[in-house]
């Protein structure tokens, strides 16, 4: 078989659906190589910062290795603002919804509210909340996200900073996203048929 005979999802066949799935089964395979590209391609996003989106990354995750995090969230500092390429006002989403096959729910979940964590430090100069995120007080990782975006996240911007190059995290972007998707020995009882959604508008674990 080439290709599968049917135009209409619900025509085809026990053989066509196996066929198919060899071929993402191939296809995911590369997902490491797409994130490391992904990642590069941060060097040319938002301007003005004294760091680029790549240096600012890269330094997120260097922090949070210096701090002794272990190596989920290391893998998401590293990605965490993957998604300000396609989805600059949606990126924790599109960070989370990325990672969440991969790694614990907690570490899922950080990444999720980041965003909404950051706006801390900025979003009263725009008229804005700073403490929306206290409507989250009382989840069990509210203080973990705090932490992340203290430490790690808004401290990530400085050009002296001894950060440490994309090569240096490559094998752990290798190790992590050549995981078996949604296996329970990584993320729990979790299914993809939930959303990294679902987990934004829950504002719990999963
Ligand atoms: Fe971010
Ligand atoms: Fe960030």
Known sequence: MQKVQFRQMKDGTKEDYEFLEKHEIEYVA????RIISALKNLENTFSGYQVTRLGHSLQTATR???????????????????????????????????????????????????????NYYYAH????????????????????????????????????????????FEPLVRKIFSRPPFSGQYVGSQTMGKSAVDIAISGVGI
């Open 30 to 33: 590369g997902l490491p190589d």
């Open 64 to 118: 949070a290795e210096a701090d002794g995090a272990d190596e989920e969230m290391i893998l998401a500092a590293l990605v965490h603002d993957i998604g300000d390429d396609l989805s600059p006002y949606n990126h924790s989403q599109l960070a989370a919804s990325i990672l969440r096959p991969y790694v614990r729910p907690e570490v899922t979940w950080i990444i999720n509210q980041h965003g909404l964590f950051q």
């Open 125 to 168: 100069f725009f008229g804005g909340n700073p403490n929306e995120r206290d409507y989250l007080k009382d989840h069990p990782w509210y203080q973990k996200c705090v932490d992340f975006c203290e430490k790690w996240d808004q401290a990530s911007f400085d050009p002296d900073y001894p950060t440490k190059p994309l090569e240096y």
